[in-house]
C-alpha cells in the first residue's frame, strides 16, 4: 500500500507539474493589454460684442441673439470677455490584445465642463433686472464623460483577388457617425450649427473591403444630445419610441481624396399618454424624419481642404437649427407631427506646419415644412425647436479666419469670427401669441444680426 500510494503522490505531482508548466506557458503567450494615455491643458480667452447663445462657459458658440429693443436702446448688443481652463482632456486608449485575427481594444475619455452658466432666474428673479443673460460666473468646472467604448475588428479578411477586407465593431460612447469629420478649427464648436455635432451610445461597423470602400452601418440612442418635444430636450422620446437611430454611409478614398456619402432615420414618440374628453389615454404618437449628408476632404503637402453638407427634416438632437411640430390633433387623442428642414454646410481649409493658416466658412438655410399647413399660421409654442436656437431663425453665416503657431506639444491660436443670423418676426395677434407661417418659418420683417467673436487658445498636448 506504502508503495502504491509513493507511486500515485508522484503521478500526481508529475501531472500538476505539468499542468502548471502548459498554464504558464498559455499565460506567457497570451498578448498583453497596451495603455496610450493621452490629454492636454487647454485655455481660452474669449470676447463677444453682443449677448449670444452659448454653452460650455459661453466657450461653445452658437450665434448672437436677436435684437431686444427698450427705449430705443438693443439691450443684447451688450459686449463680455472671458477666461477659461475649461475642456482640459484625458483620455486612454487600450490596444495589443489579440486573438487570431481578431483585435481588441478600448477607449474611455473624459474632460471638463459647465464653469459657467446661464443664471436660473427661478432663485434668482431679480437677475434680469442687472444683466441680459449668460451671467453666472461663480460655476465650477464638472467632469463629464466624452467617451466610453469598446472595439473588436476582424483583419485580413479574404476579398476578390488579391484585396483583403477588415471588420471593426465599435460599442459604446462615442462620436455620432455624422459628427465625427470636424473641420480645421481649434474653436470648441467645430463648426456648429453649421454641422452635426453630438457623442451619443452606439453600436457601429465599419468594413473596410479593400483599399479604396469603407461600408458603415449604425444603431444609435441618446444620452447627453437629445430630441425636442413636449417635455423639451429629452431622451425619454427615444426611450419609448423603442426604436434606435439608425445610420449607414459608404465612403470612397483614394490616395489623398475622400469622399462619404450617408443617411440618418431617427423615430421617435413625442406622448406616450393623451386624453379623450378629459380622460387619460394611451396614444400612438410617432415622428420619424431622415437626414442625409455629404462629406469630403483632400490633402496635397501643407495644404487641406474639408467640406460637409447636410440637409433634411429635424436633426435638433445633432445641434443642427431645425425641429419639428405638431400640426393636428385626432379624435382617439393622438398628434399629427411634420418635421422642419433645413440645409447646413461648412469648407474649411489650411496651409502650412509650424505657422498655420486657416479659413472656415458656414451657411445654414431654414426651409420650411415640405408641404404647407391646411392653416395660414402655426403657433411657435407647438414648434419643438433645437435648445440652442430660435424658430425664427431664417438664415445663418459665418467667416472664420484663423492663425495657429505650433511649437512642439503647444499649440497658440488666435481667431476672428463673425456670425450673422437673419431673423424673421412672428406672427402676433392681439392676445399677444406669436405664430410662424403655414410653412413653419419666420418670412416678416427679415434682419440681420451679428457678433464680432475674437477668440485666443492656449493648449498644451501630452
Not at 476582424?154 to 455620432?176: E, F, I, R
Request: glycine share 10%; with cysteine.
Amino acid at each position: 500500500m506504502k508503495i502504491l500510494s509513493k507511486i500515485l503522490s508522484v503521478a500526481l505531482l508529475s501531472f500538476c507539474a505539468l499542468n502548471m508548466s502548459a498554464a504558464d506557458k498559455e499565460q506567457k503567450a497570451e498578448p498583453k493589454n497596451n495603455f496610450k494615455l493621452y490629454g492636454f491643458v487647454r485655455n481660452y480667452f474669449a470676447f463677444d460684442s453682443r449677448e449670444s447663445v452659448s454653452g460650455t462657459g459661453d466657450l461653445f458658440y452658437y450665434m448672437p441673439k436677436d435684437v431686444n429693443m427698450v427705449n430705443g436702446e438693443d439691450l443684447n448688443a451688450t459686449p463680455s470677455f472671458t477666461a477659461l481652463a475649461l475642456t482640459s482632456r484625458l483620455g486612454v486608449d487600450v490596444t495589443g490584445y489579440n486573438i487570431g485575427n481578431v483585435s481588441f481594444g478600448a477607449k474611455i475619455e473624459g474632460d471638463f465642463y459647465a464653469g459657467l452658466s446661464a443664471v436660473d432666474k427661478t432663485k434668482q428673479p431679480n437677475i434680469a433686472n442687472y444683466f441680459p443673460g449668460n451671467t453666472n460666473i461663480s460655476g465650477t468646472a464638472t467632469a463629464r464623460l466624452r467617451q466610453a467604448y469598446a472595439t473588436v475588428t476582424w483583419k485580413d479578411l479574404p476579398l476578390a483577388g488579391d484585396q483583403k477586407a477588415s471588420v471593426a465593431l465599435k460599442m459604446g460612447q462615442a462620436w455620432h457617425p455624422m459628427g465625427a469629420d470636424f473641420p480645421h478649427v481649434f474653436s470648441l464648436e467645430v463648426a456648429a450649427p453649421f454641422g452635426p455635432f453630438s457623442r451619443t451610445p452606439q453600436i457601429t461597423m465599419d468594413a473596410n473591403l479593400g483599399q479604396n470602400w469603407v461600408v458603415s452601418a449604425s444603431a444609435l440612442w441618446q444620452m447627453q444630445y437629445n430630441s425636442q418635444g413636449p417635455v423639451g430636450g429629452s431622451a425619454i422620446y427615444m426611450k419609448y419610441g423603442m426604436t434606435p437611430e439608425m445610420y449607414a454611409a459608404v465612403t470612397y478614398k483614394n490616395k489623398g481624396a475622400l469622399v462619404r456619402l450617408g443617411a440618418d432615420l431617427l423615430s421617435i414618440k413625442p406622448r406616450v399618454l393623451g386624453s379623450v374628453d378629459g380622460a387619460k389615454v394611451r396614444v400612438s404618437d410617432r415622428k420619424t424624419s431622415m437626414l442625409y449628408y455629404a462629406y469630403a476632404q483632400y490633402t496635397y503637402k501643407k495644404f487641406a481642404l474639408k467640406a460637409k453638407s447636410t440637409w433634411g427634416e429635424s436633426g435638433e438632437h445633432l445641434n443642427l437649427m431645425s425641429g419639428y411640430a405638431k400640426v393636428g390633433e385626432n379624435a382617439d387623442g393622438s398628434w399629427n407631427y411634420a418635421s422642419l428642414r433645413s440645409s447646413s454646410t461648412w469648407l474649411s481649409m489650411i496651409y502650412g506646419k509650424k505657422w498655420q493658416g486657416v479659413l472656415l466658412l458656414g451657411y445654414m438655410k431654414a426651409l420650411g415644412f415640405a408641404d404647407p399647413l391646411d392653416s395660414s399660421r402655426i403657433p411657435a409654442s407647438d414648434v419643438y425647436y433645437c435648445g440652442n436656437g430660435f424658430s425664427n431663425i431664417n438664415q445663418i453665416y459665418r467667416i472664420n479666419p484663423q492663425v495657429v503657431y505650433n511649437i512642439g506639444k503647444m499649440n497658440i491660436g488666435l481667431e476672428y469670427q463673425w456670425t450673422s443670423v437673419q431673423y424673421g418676426k412672428y406672427i402676433t395677434d392681439e392676445e399677444g401669441v406669436k405664430y410662424l407661417n403655414s410653412h413653419g418659418l419666420a418670412t416678416d420683417g427679415l434682419h440681420w444680426v451679428g457678433n464680432h467673436r475674437v477668440n485666443l487658445m492656449v493648449k498644451y498636448n501630452f
